[in-house]
């Protein structure tokens, strides 16, 4: 099946889907972005991702492109296009194209593009042998809370934790603390048993698997915190992991040279990742 992209009103083959050389997107990453996860057909929390991507608008002072429902009928749209049973779906919006001037033009419309791809969410060889993390300074503006597609320190970090064989980095900010991945968010399991991942302020981006997860906790009567953690207690952790939509929960076994636990994905970790794919299988918390 060739695929397609969703293009400011038109569906086009992927390899020829392009916006203009003046798209603010482009020029500015002045636009924000979403991914969703599809699991057996199914949007992973929709409604989240939706009030997400408005808070994130709003934040920029940008007008959204059209109506949810109409983005939502695109959104599936393009899935259904594309045959994507499990994958994610990614909408991106810009302020639109217009003469390059940094302030905001009066008369732009806003772009929207929308991709979708069938992709595994919950890898089980990653799942199984879990994954290893560095740490890299958190280098970012100071609002990641915002989802920009200003993601060229989120690129940086990744291809510096590629080049050190990792699969992740974890950014550290000034006062020591982990903030987050460069495209996931990053949780610890204390001594006593306690999921810990940072709390949500202007120093990461929300995840929405992360907030899926927090209901799962909650809905579990299980243990958890959001509260900042250092470096150093990360690494003298019981367990730790990470969450995004596009992959769930993977097991972080090392972080920097070191070793998590016994350095085998642990018990909570794996109690939770199969208790996140149950909410996921049942579309998250808007089913
Ligand atoms: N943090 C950052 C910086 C991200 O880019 C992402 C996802 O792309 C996440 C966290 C995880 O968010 P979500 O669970 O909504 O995918």
């Known amino acids: 099946m060739s695929r397609i992209a969703y293009v400011n009103g038109r569906y086009l083959p992927h390899r020829s889907a392009a916006v ?4 603010r997107g482009f020029q500015f990453a002045d636009g924000v972005y979403e991914v969703i996860a599809i699991a057996n057909g199914r949007f992973i929390d929709e409604e989240l991702h939706l009030r997400r991507l408005h808070r994130s608008l709003a934040a920029l002072r940008m007008a959204p492109p059209m109506g949810d429902r109409a983005l939502c009928a695109i959104l599936r749209e393009v899935v259904r296009l594309n045959g994507v049973a499990e994958g994610i779906v990614y909408l991106q919006v810009t302020r639109g194209s217009a003469p390059r001037e940094f302030a905001f033009p009066t008369r732009a419309r806003p772009s929207l593009v929308v991709t979708a791809r069938s992709k595994t969410l919950h890898d089980p060889r990653l799942l199984a042998q879990g994954v290893r993390v560095i740490t890299i ?16 320190p989120n690129a940086l ?8 064989g990792a699969f992740e ?10 903030t987050e991945g460069t495209s996931s968010n990053a949780w610890i399991v204390t001594a006593a048993g306690e999921a810990v991942t940072r709390q949500a302020d202007t120093a990461i981006l929300n995840g929405v698997t992360r907030q899926g997860l927090l209901h799962v906790l909650a809905a579990a009567g299980l243990r958890f915190l959001e509260r900042p953690f250092a470096v150093a207690e990360a ?4 367990e730790a992991f990470l969450t995004s939509a596009s992959n769930f929960l993977i097991p972080v076994v090392r972080i920097d040279e070191a070793v998590i636990g016994d350095g085998k994905p642990g018990p909570v970790t794996e109690r939770l990742s199969d208790a996140y794919i149950s909410y996921a299988a049942g579309g998250g918390a808007d089913r």
Do not use: C, M, T, Y
């Open 157 to 164: 970090g990744k291809q510096q934790a590629k080049e050190a």
């Open 137 to 152: 300074p958190d280098i970012r503006w100071a609002r990641p809370d915002i989802k920009s597609v200003a993601l060229l």
């Open 235 to 238: 690494k003298a952790a019981r």
């Open 20 to 23: 203009h050389v003046e798209d």
């Open 169 to 178: 980095a974890w950014q550290v900010g000034r006062d020591g603390n982990i």
